[in-house]
């Protein structure tokens, strides 16, 4: 296990480097030029030449990256004489638009995400499993029927018409809600449930339809089995057949999507959070594109990545303990 | 200077961009819009043209809520140069040496002393300008200002790590080419303390309207010993009548008062709200929304985006809404551009044909209704030509398509096939220039290009379109900051051109812009400025389209609220506060 272990972490940090090198190579290769742009409107050739070398942008591309991934471990220093600072490890560079380091911006706006994320994820498996259980195990029913419907119905609802159409219902014609923003969970858990609420529901619903359809089939597969016809045989009570044999079995696929969808939503839902105007990630991340903020969009990838890789892995390593057939 | 793309459906498509790089339109100033006052009882909002605030005269106190899609670039004073900023940093943080008169209409236009006792002294021909500070000057911990400081920060606008701000000291400054700033211990001998309250540039030729230029932010003070580089974007340190309490970027800035703001030194701002909260990331149109149903605290809110053009039919057919609507000019002009470098439009006489048959009240019904625009008669704007419509060549708003075939048949030129590229969310107002230019023969294609892509098509000396729609805001209420950014045949490059779309090279204009900038006398200059319009008006480089106004709504317990001319139609922050303190929250 221990050993396993170690080489997908080296698998990771892998991934990350690649990820890294083929960000940073686009953004070179991309027509825009940020110094231009942070240069401003009557920018003279002499005054952009000094502007790219204050931003490190008159390098070779290797360069840039070299002196990118260096600072992430050591730190860099920004700026020169009086205005000089040091963006300290993990330095993720320093953003144009915000003069801040990528680093904090992140970790500020990291829990508006991770509040978005795990909120909603909690509201869609409970409706999604709990559709998609009771469908397999009334399979044909009208239960069955209608919820498959329903499931269908939502999941083919892009998440920014329901975003709309929640606001327009909720908030602005029954007034039942607030307009959405975000309250720290410290400084007040009910406004910050009552103001996330909406957007954990749009973002519950488009997830709960396919977590539905999913767990409905994995279930009646896995109800299929021979050992869940044997455990019944044996006597054994319905709800234990259901929920110890059943359900464990079926929940294996499901793990994974929830592993990539848990990882990709914690850095950040860009239409939700743009929608509904909560500062995360997906939102940085959204501002940082159309200001062409590179270290930004840079940060967020990365941030990104590591999400979605590390959820990956603790999903593998869940599936021993979920499926006990699997060894490391 | 800036060029401006914008457009109503551009507006709405680039949402999150209308503050930030919108800000396309958006440093631009001035407009009077006192120049077609009849119009304005039927069509126009109660800040617009009328000259009065909407809400009346505001009660001291409360918290004024400020909503926005976007967090701002940079308040800075050295880097401060898109719209809402400018107004909200000058306005409210941090004093110039001069600046707008707050107040509606015309008078918005005109200049007033701030941190310095007059509008400045110019001697040896307009060459140095001298300026005295006022007495007891003092920053928010209590630490006198002094003419050093305003210096620092002039110096500091050279710097290429601090980027963005108005670049007119590195233009205009003795000796300013080779200097990097002031963060390497270096410092620029052309401007000159002789003692704590004096301070004299020394320019590099005469300015006639330095004094405006002093209205700009980089003409702020900055005490050397809070120098933070790039990080003073998130602190300035205040002179203003509010300091920064919190500022948390992307999400919220909460102003409180500045208890070392002297009043009786500051005649134009009046602090009324005791608190100032700026709510950022708000989607656009929730921002309109908001504000129309002015529940709870929005009743206390003003908005910084533009209104959306979605929003127009929720406000104008309801006379309370409207009453709330400010919807000042800009100040900027939108223009079709004629490429004159090459056929059909460098013949003078087609291009005279199509200033006679464009229709441009159809253009300002494709942007929303004379509600948020007016029909422009002339190159500069009102404000630019003392408050009245220049209208010298008197073409029926609606275009003359007869006169307009006599022209082209005049011209030998019949049966001319163009194209039109505009921005993406033009592409309403291309088919109306389309269709008025039909009818008088003229068949244009339109290819409409992403706003993105727009200037780097447009700028292409050798690709550039024949026609094409955009827009240019002057700086400061002077012609210098116009006209010769469109119509100077010198400052067309091979690539990236800014303003001047219609590659226009004309001796005679360009002889006569070096005549008029170097004029000592600012009006004989400004007088100047209208000749010359009226000159390139009848050479017709361009057909001037229309003057577009800036709506911005408020909450119903905001007063004092009117589109500062001075800050292209932005709600003036100097006077605005609230009816009623005791029903703001927070």
Redesign the interface.
């Known amino acids: 296990m221990i050993l396993y272990l170690g080489r997908r972490l080296l698998g990771v940090a892998g991934i990350l480097l690649a990820i890294c090198a083929i960000t940073f190579t686009i953004f070179y290769l991309l027509p825009n030029d940020p110094a231009a742009a942070a240069c401003g409107k009557t920018c003279s050739p002499e005054r952009l030449v000094e502007v790219k070398a204050a931003m490190g942008l008159d390098k070779p591309v290797w360069e840039q990256f070299f002196v990118y991934l260096l600072g992430i471990f050591a730190g860099r220093d920004y700026g020169s004489g009086a205005s000089a600072t040091h963006c300290g490890f993990p330095c993720l560079g320093y953003s144009y638009e915000y003069s801040l380091p990528v680093w904090d911006l992140l970790v500020d706006r990291l829990p508006v995400s991770v509040s978005l994320a795990i909120g909603s994820a909690v509201l869609w498996l409970v409706l999604g499993l709990g559709a998609g259980i009771t469908s397999a195990l009334r399979k044909n029913t009208v239960v069955d029927k209608i919820l498959t419907v329903l499931s269908v119905g939502a999941a083919s609802l892009p998440v920014y018409f329901t975003s709309i159409m929640l606001i327009w219902g909720v908030v602005r014609t029954a007034g039942l809600l607030p307009y959405p923003a975000y309250h720290n969970l410290t400084d007040n858990p009910l406004s910050w449930a009552s103001n996330l609420l909406l957007p954990w529901t749009a973002l519950a619903l488009l997830y709960a339809a396919q977590y539905a359809r999913q767990s409905r089939t994995s279930m009646i597969e896995a109800m299929a089995e021979p050992y869940i016809r044997t455990a019944r045989a044996k006597g054994m009570p319905a709800l234990t057949v259901t929920v110890k044999h059943g359900l464990r079995s079926g929940m294996t696929p499901i793990l994974t999507i929830f592993g990539m969808d848990l990882g990709g939503l914690l850095a950040g839902a860009v239409i939700t959070e743009s929608i509904f105007g909560l500062p995360g990630i997906g939102r940085l991340f959204y501002d940082g594109l159309l200001r062409s903020d590179q270290p930004v969009i840079l940060g967020v990838t990365l941030l990104a990545a590591f999400f979605i890789v590390v959820a990956n892995l603790l999903v593998d390593v869940l599936y021993a303990y979920v499926d006990p057939r699997v060894r490391y | 200077?800036?060029?401006r793309t914008q457009t109503a459906l551009a507006a709405a498509i680039a949402a999150?961009?209308t503050l930030?790089?919108g800000a396309c339109g958006s440093?631009d100033k001035s407009d009077s819009g006192s120049g077609d006052t009849a119009a304005a009882s039927s069509t126009k909002g109660p800040g617009a043209d009328t000259g009065t605030a909407v809400g009346g005269t505001p009660v001291k106190g409360g918290t004024l809520t400020v909503l926005t899609n976007?967090?701002f670039?940079h308040l800075d004073p050295a880097r401060n140069?898109t719209l809402p900023q400018m107004d909200f940093g000058t306005r409210l943080i941090y004093r110039t040496l001069v600046t707008f008169k707050a107040e509606p209409g015309d008078a918005g236009n005109q200049i007033v002393p701030d941190l310095a006792t007059d509008t400045g002294r110019p001697s040896d021909g307009g060459k140095t300008w001298s300026f005295t500070l006022r007495d007891g000057l003092k920053y928010e911990d209590g630490s006198p200002i002094k003419s050093s400081d305003i210096k620092y920060n002039v110096e500091r606008s050279f710097?290429?790590?601090?980027?963005?701000?108005p670049?007119y000291a590195?233009q205009y400054l003795a000796g300013g080419?080779n200097y990097?700033g002031?963060?390497?211990?270096e410092h620029l001998a052309s401007i000159e303390t002789p003692d704590d309250r004096t301070i004299v540039f020394r320019l590099k030729r005469p300015v006639a309207e330095f004094a405006y230029t002093a209205t700009l932010p980089t003409f702020a003070p900055v005490p050397?010993a809070q120098?933070?580089?790039?990080?003073y974007?998130?602190r300035p340190f205040s002179s203003g009548p509010y300091k920064i309490e919190s500022y948390?970027?992307?999400?919220q800035l909460v102003l409180v008062r500045n208890t070392n703001w002297d009043p009786s030194s500051d005649p134009i701002r009046k602090a009324y709200p005791d608190k100032i909260v700026v709510?950022?990331?708000?989607?656009g149109g929730?921002v309109d929304?908001?504000i129309i149903?002015s529940?709870?605290a929005d009743a206390s809110a003003i908005e910084m985006p533009w209104m959306r053009p979605e929003s127009v039919a929720k406000v104008l057919p309801k006379a309370d809404v409207k009453a709330r609507m400010v919807a000042e000019r800009t100040g900027c002009t939108d223009s079709l551009y004629l490429n004159t470098s090459k056929a059909p439009f460098d013949d003078p006489k087609v291009r005279e044909a199509v200033m006679w048959a464009v229709d441009r009240e159809a253009q300002v019904t494709a942007f929303g209704g004379p509600a948020i625009a007016d029909v422009a008669t002339s190159f500069l704007p009102p404000s630019l030509t003392g408050g009245v419509k220049a209208d010298p060549l008197k073409i029926p708003a609606a275009g003359d398509a007869a006169k307009a075939k006599d022209l082209l048949k005049a011209a030998g030129k019949t049966d001319l096939k163009v194209s039109l590229t505009v921005s993406l969310g033009d592409k309403t107002r291309g088919e109306a220039i389309q269709q008025s230019l039909s009818k008088a023969g003229i068949q244009v294609t339109v290819n409409t290009v992403d706003p993105s892509a727009f200037t780097d098509t447009l700028g292409d000396a050798k690709a550039a379109p024949e026609l094409t729609i955009n827009g240019w805001c002057p700086d400061y209420p002077s012609g210098a900051t116009f006209l010769p950014f469109l119509f100077d045949g010198r400052t067309i490059k091979d690539k990236g051109n800014?303003g001047n779309y219609s590659q226009f090279r004309d001796q005679a204009t360009m002889d006569e812009m070096d005549r008029i900038a170097a004029l000592p006398d600012v009006n004989e200059a400004n007088e100047a400025w209208k000749k010359l319009d009226e000159a390139l008006l009848q050479k017709a480089p361009a057909v001037p389209l229309m003057w577009q106004r800036r709506a911005l709504l408020v909450g119903t317990n905001v007063a004092g609220a009117f589109g500062a001319p001075g800050y292209a139609g932005m709600i003036d922050m100097a006077t605005v506060g609230l009816k009623d303190p005791a029903k703001s929250q927070g």
């Not at chain 2, 710097?159 to 701000?165: H, I, M």
């Not at chain 2, 002031?182 to 211990?185: F, I, K, R, W």
């Not at chain 2, 120098?227 to 990080?231: C, D, M, P, R, V």
């Not at chain 2, 948390?248 to 999400?251: A, L, M, S, V």
């Open positions: 200077m800036n060029r999150a961009l930030g790089l440093k976007q967090d670039a140069w710097s290429p790590d601090l980027t963005g701000g670049d590195a080419e990097k002031p963060l390497t211990g050397p120098e933070k580089g790039t990080q974007d998130m948390d970027r992307g999400k709510t950022q990331g708000l989607k929730q929304d908001r149903a529940d709870g800014q």
